[in-house]
């Protein structure tokens, strides 16, 4: 079973910054992506990136140039840099393991959410 820990939210100024962090441990397949997603209120939970077990990222249109994904597979351990924050970007965030099974199928797993407010 795997478990994800996020950590690095909290309240930062438009224009700051803020990294991000999420620690996976358990029984974790060779086949695999992290990545992030964000929720904010009364909004649907988008995706904002991933990068794949070989270190290839993705990324939502909207945050490319912004928001750069790293990972240190040593440590399971999967970054997100935000940079020039928008009031915008305020919401909960969310680490994302997604497990791709030989069939084709695939199987995620989150952690719990980290909040991230952006204001003056």
């Known amino acids: 079973q795997v478990q994800l820990v996020e950590s690095g939210g909290g309240l930062v100024q438009p224009g700051g910054s803020l990294r991000l962090s999420c620690v996976a441990s358990?029984?974790?397949?060779?086949?695999?992506?992290m990545g992030w997603y964000r929720q904010a209120p009364g909004k649907q939970r988008e995706f904002l990136a991933s990068i794949t077990s070989v270190g290839i990222p993705n990324y939502l249109d909207s945050v490319k140039g912004r928001f750069t994904i790293s990972r240190d597979n040593g440590k399971y351990t999967v970054n997100l840099q935000m940079n020039s924050l928008k009031p915008e970007d305020t919401a909960v965030y969310y680490c994302?393991?997604?497990?791709?099974?030989?069939?084709?199928?695939?199987?995620?797993?989150w952690g719990q959410g980290t909040q991230v407010t952006v204001s003056s």
């Open positions: 358990g029984t974790i397949a060779s086949r695999h992506t």
């Open positions: 994302n393991l997604r497990t791709w099974f030989l069939n084709g199928g695939s199987r995620d797993t």
